[in-house]
């Protein structure tokens, strides 16, 4: 059987380090016998490496150990899912030598999920001397969650106490990628995100019923002037042997959680992925729908959640959104009847609307109605989904639909998205 190997490093402070204390028990100069003070030597290795050694304060009293630094074998950070052994140094703090036990336990301090990383250490076979640090390494964990981890010792009495908190952090980053790039979401799923548009506002499909009577109508989703509708094209796949659902509260954009509209969106094309289920083997590819603040976009990614939003994202796709440039429309002209002449119900009502934004945008528009004695506006009128028009910036589009009324009652009309109203009596 072969027998695990770690690395176990001694250190020892510096003269100016015991100025004032009774612990330690070095030579009179302050270093460590047989080597310099503020370096250490890797067993087995036979190559010396500089550390600077912490202050440590001893008392009087039995040997008392306390974390002074943690930091991953592999660099500063390590990425979600990679696997790194950890460097501990530990001190004694107390006034006697004592033997070293225990396991590494670094627990995540935005994550309610995440398992601690838990690793046998490499204990040292002697006592660490009062006032001296012993570096111990950790057999190789791995981290399933982004953010930071709180490293220290856990033995049988409790966990180390650390020195200082900072010093004793874990970094652990999250996947990163760009547009058309495939990362892992954990578990069996991975995601692709393809590229992302922006819309004012969508159209949505709506069953209308008066009495014994219904009809298929196209109502309006819209966003407030300083927000746009942001759809991200993505690609989810199921590698598994199982077939997995894809949450959509597990990512957010620019500050803002995926939506799940109550009703199919009829403007975009494909499917819908927030709550999907992927076979295994298989994938699917479709949108994820966002309302968002247009300030909040220039700086904006993709983020990916293994446990919740309020913690670390695990994968995050930078799209390259610094120049993004947004429509903006407003109505600057209403042409519609008072009366509806003759009786006729067929009464033609036209909009103009003007793009005074910085970039071409597709303007959507929606007509619901009301009798005028109503509370709410229940009525969408017929051919809504045809009220579209594809404006420059500085440019203006008129348009152009009819009421479907039967002509002997009054109705009220809004034109949305910008509120507008109207009344159409009858003769």
């Known amino acids: 059987m072969n027998r695990r190997v770690f690395v176990t490093t001694v250190g020892t402070l510096g003269a100016a380090g015991l100025a004032g204390c009774m612990g330690g028990d070095g030579n009179e100069d302050g270093d460590r016998p047989g080597g310099d003070a503020g370096t250490a030597t890797a067993a087995g290795t036979g190559t010396a490496t500089s550390t600077p050694e912490p202050e440590i304060e001893t008392t009087e009293g039995p040997a008392e150990f306390a974390v002074y630094d943690a930091a991953w074998a592999e660099g500063e950070s390590l990425t979600v899912d990679a696997g790194s052994p950890v460097e501990l140094t530990v ?32 204990l040292p ?20 969650f982004a953010g930071g981890y709180d490293a220290t010792v856990r033995t049988d009495d409790g966990t180390l106490p650390v020195a200082d908190e900072d010093a004793a952090v874990l970094a652990v980053a999250p996947h990163t990628g760009s547009t ?81 509209p109550d009703a199919e969106v009829t403007t975009l094309d494909g499917e819908p992925l927030a709550g999907a289920n992927v076979n295994p083997g298989s994938r699917r590819t479709g949108w994820l729908l966002f309302r968002v603040a247009r300030d909040a976009v220039p700086d904006a990614a993709v983020n990916h959640y293994r446990d919740s939003p309020t913690a670390a994202a695990d994968a995050v796709w930078d ?36 793009n005074t934004g910085e970039a071409t945008g597709t303007f959507r528009g929606a007509i619901e109605w009301r009798l005028p004695d109503d509370d709410s506006w229940d009525g969408l009128l017929a051919g809504n989904d045809e009220l579209v028009a594809r ?34 009596e009858a003769p």
């Open 125 to 144: 076979d002697e006592e660490v001397p009062s006032g001296q640090t012993v570096t111990v390494t950790s057999e190789t964990v791995t981290p399933l």
């Open 319 to 354: 799209l390259g959104l610094s120049d993004v440039r947004f429509p903006s429309f407003e109505l600057t002209d209403v042409d519609v009847p008072d009366t509806f002449v003759d009786g006729n119900g067929e009464q033609p009502l036209a909009f103009t609307v003007a």
């Open 180 to 260: 058309g790039e495939t990362l892992p979401l954990g578990g069996d799923l991975r995601m692709r995100v393809s590229g992302v548009a922006f819309e004012d506002a969508l159209y949505h499909p709506e069953t209308i019923s008066r009495g014994f009577n219904s009809a298929e109508r196209y109502g309006l989703y819209t966003t407030l002037s300083d927000q746009t509708f942001a759809v991200v094209e993505a690609t989810v796949e199921n590698t598994g042997n199982s077939a997995a659902r894809f949450e959509g509260d597990a990512v957010d954009f620019a500050g803002a959680a995926a939506l799940s």
């Open 91 to 122: 001190g004694n703090r107390g006034g006697e030598p004592g033997r070293l036990g225990g396991e590494l336990s670094a627990e995540s301090r935005v994550s309610t999920v995440a398992e601690p990383l838990v690793g046998e250490l490499s």
């Open 391 to 424: 404006i420059p910036p500085g440019e203006s589009a008129t348009i152009r639909t009819t009421t479907t009324a039967d002509g002997e009652e009054s109705f009220e009309y809004r034109f949305q998205p910008f509120g507008v109203t109207f009344l159409v």
